[in-house]
Structures are given as structure tokens and as C-alpha cells.
């Protein structure tokens, strides 16, 4: 079963659990990926592959997280708490994240294969890396250990 059917299939679970908070995210789900689907000129009822589905999966996680940002930095906490409960939610659908020690010891073995050992370089050091790490890696601790390795 592709992540875009389980999704599907777990709206009915978490509506008999009552479960607000993750029924909520389910459909915000399903919903981005319709809209996906229908932007890629397929039919609406139609499933994405796991891979167009990732990609959505962590596009919503990125809107979780920048959310929670801007409602910390604008003293609501409150406004955050919901957030943070989706973005919970969300994260069980990704795959796990590599720990910033094992994206270090990445980064080091790609930076010296390229040998690459100015700041000047560090886009190109990027590009590469990303497309290694794809999905495995969040993109913004990748640019803080070329950063902190490059100094």
C-alpha cells in the first residue's frame, strides 16, 4: 500500500478514535495531495507515488515548522501547541532523520573526496550533499555541520 492510500485509510481510524488532532492532519494530508495530483494534471482521485507523496508530506512538515517558529518568536505559545501536535503526527509518515553526528561523518568524507576546504565553496558542497542526502536529512542541520566544518 503506497503512503498516500495508508493516509487515506487511516482517516476512518481516526475519526471512530475521536482522535481530533491527528483526523485534522489526516485530511490536511490527503487534501495537499489531491492538490498535487490535480496540479499534475492527473485525475483528483487518483494516488500519488510514495516518492510525490514525501515530497508533500515534508513540504506540510515544513509548514509546521515554520509556523511554530513565527508563533514563538511572536509570544503566542499558544498558538504553537497545535502545531507542534500535527507536526507530531506528520513525522511518523517520514523517514527517520539521520542524527547530526552521522551527517557530519557524511560531510567530512564528501568534503574531503571534493576536497573542498573554503567557505567560498560551500553551494557547491551543498548541492551535492543534499542530492546524496535526499530525504534522509534535514536541510538546515546540513548547512549548520558545512558551516561549523568550514569555518
Known amino acids: 500500500m503506497s503512503i498516500h492510500q495508508s493516509i487515506k485509510t487511516s482517516i476512518p481510524e481516526a475519526l471512530k478514535a475521536r482522535d481530533e488532532v491527528r483526523l485534522r492532519t489526516l485530511r490536511s494530508l490527503v487534501t495537499a495531495m489531491t492538490n498535487e495530483v490535480v496540479a499534475k494534471k492527473r485525475k483528483p482521485d ?3 507515488t510514495d516518492e510525490e ?3 508533500v508530506i515534508k513540504r506540510a512538515a515544513n509548514q509546521r515548522k ?3 517558529e513565527q508563533y514563538e518568536k511572536g509570544g503566542r505559545p499558544e498558538l504553537a501547541e497545535p502545531e507542534y501536535a500535527e507536526l507530531a503526527i506528520i513525522e511518523t509518515y517520514l523517514p527517520a532523520q539521520m542524527s547530526r553526528e552521522a551527517i ?4 567530512r568524507a564528501k568534503l574531503t573526496e571534493l576536497n573542498i576546504t573554503s567557505k567560498s565553496e560551500t553551494g ?5 550533499l543534499m542530492k546524496e542526502l535526499k530525504g534522509t536529512a534535514d536541510g538546515g542541520m546540513v548547512k549548520e555541520v558545512v558551516d561549523s566544518i568550514l569555518q
Open 46 to 48: 487518483e494516488f500519488l
Open 53 to 55: 507523496a514525501l515530497a
Open 66 to 68: 515554520d509556523s511554530i
Open 104 to 107: 557530519e561523518v557524511v560531510v
Open 124 to 128: 557547491k558542497a551543498l548541492g551535492l
